[in-house]
């Protein structure tokens, strides 16, 4: 596994985690939930695109 994209993973979690502290001090509540779904649906899209890539290597790995 590639050291690097845990390390994004990461660094979108802690952008996320401060974004919504401060968005929710500042009263807009609303804002800190779209970006924290904004952020899920980023982090899940590279996931996807990973496990879509370890498919194709296991497929070309068996001659599928």
Do not use: W
């Not at 502290?21 to 939930?33: K, T």
Request: avoid cysteine; charged fraction near 15%.
């Amino acid at each position: 596994m590639d050291v690097d994209l845990i390390f994004k993973i990461a660094a979108v979690g802690i952008l996320v985690a401060v974004l919504n502290i401060l968005l929710q001090r500042s009263g807009r509540d609303e804002q800190a939930l779209m970006t924290t779904i904004t952020a899920l649906v980023v982090v899940l899209m590279v996931v996807v695109q990973k496990i879509s890539e370890l498919f194709g290597m296991i497929k070309s790995l068996f001659n599928l």
